[in-house]
């Protein structure tokens, strides 16, 4: 009997024990179910895996979470930055008072000098000041000027060449090509930008690297790297002129102006005695540039004595026959052959109103449409005068000795190495308005003959508070031609005709190579492979 009732309190005490169980269970899967109304949908497919929708979702969640937190914290950055400026005026103004009363506790000097902001700016503000970017400096002789850098997208024509010794080449250093390429890329980006869309309503295109047509770049030591770069614009006879500097940190825009050279009218002064075949081919190139191509240019010849003048004025009367051409003037000069003479006497013989842009050449140059673009770029009234450095080319029977057929003109005005030089030495060929040539006194009429009238003008340029743009130009070439220094010369003048004439027959290796050009057969025949019998 208590075995049997044993027994049935034991089985009770299973079933209260399995239903207490089973009402915890039921309890707890009761409590930690997911609300009907929350926000996410369930992660869970039906099988029990987790679904990747449900994935992407919180992590886009946390995404967001996160860039508002980063968004959240450079607001409180910019806040306290603003409030570390506004602390600081009032910590200067303090200063600056307790200063002007005399009562500045000492220790407390360090932090009035502590430089801002605005200091740095008024820093980068007075490098631009001293610079020679604005307006030209005075300068004592032509050997302080720092000459420029021409530059394209993929060449820079340098003065300094180096070890390399190449006049036109791309940039060896990788700095300095990141340098030029990110100079242009600052340039479009203010000719593209809304300021610069706002300032000029009449812009019809978006300015790209195609249209980037060369560069100008010259760094003062203490001040910073000053750039000017052109543009295409509009129309073909429409520029965009940008100056940019670099005050040793980031560029800083200095102007950013539309130039329009469509009036600009050059009048280019050739003085001339004899040499008719050179005229005649000065002439072919002056028509194909300055008739066919650019038409905005009238050509003042200056002619010494009686001896061909009527092949000359023939010349002349074939291109007006045959192109219609009469913006030229002749003038004859019955006296010695003086160039600074004559190329007075042609700026001086200007009768129109207008304030006319003067290219002084020479009978054996030859320039291209881009040097008489560059030619008006580079001029302004009043403010710059153009030193272009032309290319010299070196004795064509020299350098093609070796060739069948002589090359042509075109083809000869290669800038290399061995086809010629940057002609440093000479200030003969400018770019200057009329006006600044009178004001600046003109040339020196006393010096007759040959050499020291184009470098006097040159430093009176220098003296002036005139900028001088000296840059080679990859457009304007000297021709070679067999040249005389006449024993009348003084030795000082004979010695710089010497020099010129033997720096403009052949390249030091080519020279060399007609030197030794005995002892080089002779090599060349002793390694010869002999002949088997």
Avoid at 72 to 97: F, G, N, W, Y
Avoid at 102 to 116: A, D, R
Avoid at 119 to 143: C, H, I, T
Avoid at 291 to 320: C, E, P, S, W
Wanted: proline letters at 4%; glycine letters at 6%.
């Amino acid at each position: 009997m208590l075995r049997r009732w044993l027994l049935a309190l034991m089985a009770r005490i299973g079933l209260i024990t399995s239903g207490c169980c089973c009402f915890l269970l039921l309890f707890y899967l009761l409590g930690c179910k997911p609300s009907s109304h929350s926000k996410h949908p369930s992660l869970l497919w039906p099988g029990g895996a987790t679904s990747k929708e449900g994935y992407l979702a919180l992590l886009q969640e946390r995404e967001d979470s996160h860039r508002h937190y980063i968004s959240s914290l450079m607001k409180q950055i910019a806040e306290l930055k603003v409030a570390l400026e506004e602390r600081t005026q009032q910590l200067q103004e303090s200063l600056e008072k307790a200063k002007s009363k005399g009562i500045l506790p000492q220790g407390l000097e360090s932090l009035h000098n502590t430089p801002t902001k605005s200091d740095l700016k008024e820093f980068f503000r007075s490098q631009l000041k001293q610079a020679e970017v604005s307006s030209g400096v005075e300068l004592p002789n032509e050997y302080a000027l720092i000459p420029f850098d021409t530059f394209t997208l993929q060449t820079v024509y340098q003065l300094e060449t180096g070890l390399t010794k190449h006049p036109a080449e791309r940039p060896a250093r990788r700095d300095r090509r990141d340098e030029l390429i990110g100079t242009v890329e600052t340039a479009l980006h203010v000719l593209n930008g809304p300021q610069q869309q706002a300032d000029d309503t009449r812009r019809k295109h978006t300015y790209s690297p195609s249209d980037f047509i060369q560069g100008l770049s010259r760094t003062e030591r203490t001040r910073g790297t000053v750039y000017e770069l052109m543009f295409k614009g509009d129309g073909p006879q429409n520029f965009a002129q940008l100056v940019l500097f670099r005050p040793f940190g980031p560029l800083m825009k200095v102007k950013s102006d539309g130039v329009n050279t469509h009036g600009i009218i050059i009048n280019i002064i050739v003085p001339l005695s004899g040499r008719v075949d050179a005229f005649k081919q000065f002439m072919s190139n002056f028509r194909d540039v300055c008739i066919q191509q650019d038409g905005r240019v009238h050509l003042t010849v200056v002619y010494f004595g009686r001896d061909q003048i009527n092949q000359v004025k023939a010349v002349l009367d074939q291109i007006t026959r045959e192109t219609r051409f009469r913006s030229f003037t002749l003038i004859q000069m019955n006296e010695e052959f003086s160039r600074g003479r004559g190329l007075d006497v042609g700026a001086r013989a200007w009768r129109q109103r207008q304030n006319v842009l003067l290219f002084f050449c020479d009978v054996d140059i030859h320039f291209t449409p881009d040097f008489l673009t560059s030619c008006r770029l580079n001029a302004e009234a009043g403010k710059k005068v153009y030193y272009p450095v032309l290319f010299s080319q070196y004795n064509p029977s020299i350098i093609y000795s070796n060739h069948t057929h002589m090359p042509s003109i075109k083809q000869q005005l290669v800038i290399k190495n061995e086809n010629g030089f940057w002609r440093d030495f000479g200030f003969g060929m400018t770019c200057q308005y009329r006006s600044d040539f009178i004001n600046v006194g003109g040339f020196d009429r006393s010096i007759r003959g040959w050499g020291l009238e184009d470098v006097h003008l040159y430093r009176k340029y220098l003296h002036s508070k005139l900028m001088v743009v000296r840059a080679p130009s990859r457009g304007l070439f000297h021709l070679w031609h067999e040249k005389s220094c006449a024993d009348e010369l003084p030795p000082d003048k004979y010695k710089m005709c010497m020099q010129t004439k033997a720096m403009s027959e052949a390249s030091h290796g080519q020279l060399g190579a007609l030197f030794f050009k005995q002892e080089i057969a002779l090599h060349l025949n002793s390694h010869k492979p002999s002949k088997e019998i």
